[in-house]
């Protein structure tokens, strides 16, 4: 079991005064940015590539390929390489939505996942692996199955793994990674050793919107790489397979709420300062893409929807969109303020109050200011399709 489980709770220890402490001296700001020469993701290459794709036949491979001719191509990245793909399941109903699949809406499509990995392969890749958190007691193979993916075609393409990483999964230790500088809320997490026993990261997303964090892209991907185990509302326990709740807002956490502290490892004092999910989300997003840096970013735009990210929030309206678009960078910043600017929101790097960001904080622009990246367009190096002709309007409504 992990060394912060079973603290003292609260009495009236150092944690629960230097809390109080961090609410005066911070302001609810949550901390000042890290220096960004400490950051190790590749800031400089904001070069993104955008490929018109309409559709998830034989012309996606061909729209991908054009995505990595664009950028240079992909073999020296990945030549001989261990590639892990965090693809985005948002949980384990895959009933048809909006009358099109999952993988036509709201989730990863599994022919994006196959093209990519046989690009991969053919770029030299040595070994590629799957992962992601979910909420099921099962092999991650299991899952994609359920949600449509042809799990043996996959393998028969090369030397490809499955790892859903909400706890141990097959390791018997968590990695450490530590965020560069002083971070904002964390100064480290612990991770699947799928995260850290890896040459490359790729994020593979859907072009969404998002209830708390506006946009849900390539850096928004990663806020499900914390395991279930140590970061969601059933830890700590290895049988965990509820959400992060209590990392947006600190539900249910004190003594009253529950048996145990909520203690994730590598939270800083300030994570304990009460606050919305419109805070801390967008903060907590730099933090994981600090530690654990995106070295390949793609944005399914083929076919997405907007409004909502899915089904899940009723309130809001969720429409089937078709901006027909692949978006692939080396910068997950860039990359990921281009897929906003092709949702029709023209400057990405916006403070909160302004669509997309209305109610939240602009994470493109904390993680800007911690050193990760740009987000302002100006800077960034678009290649292929312009942003002008590919620009959505179905977005923001």
Known sequence: MHKNVYREVFSCNR???LRWSAVVAAGLSFGPVRAAE???AKTGNAKVAIVSCRDYGMELQTALA????FLGGI???????TVTIKV???????KPTLGHSVGETYMTHPATAHALVTALFKAGARRVRFVESTNLHQPLEQTLQAAGWDVKALQAAGNVEFEDTRNLGRSRDYAEMKVPGTGYLFSQFEFNRSYADTDVMISLCKLKEHATTGVTLTMKNLFGITPNALYGDEAPGENATQGRGKLHDLKGFGPRQSTLPFDPPGAKEVFFVPGSGYQRVPRIITDICAARPIHLGIIDGITSTSGSEGPWIPELPMRFTTPGVLIAGLNPVATDAVGT????????RVSQG?????????HLLLAEQAGLGTADLAKIEVIGQSI???RSRQYGQ
């Open 15 to 17: 944690r629960e005064f």
């Open 38 to 40: 400490l950051v190790s």
């Open 66 to 69: 054009r995505c990595f001719d």
């Open 75 to 81: 073999s020296g990245l990945v030549k001989h390489k």
């Open 88 to 94: 985005n399941l948002t949980g384990s109903s895959f």
């Open 341 to 348: 600017a092709v949702m029709g929101f023209t400057n990405p």
């Open 354 to 362: 302004v669509a997309p960001f209305a109610k939240c904080e602009n």
């Open 388 to 390: 002008d002709t590919v």
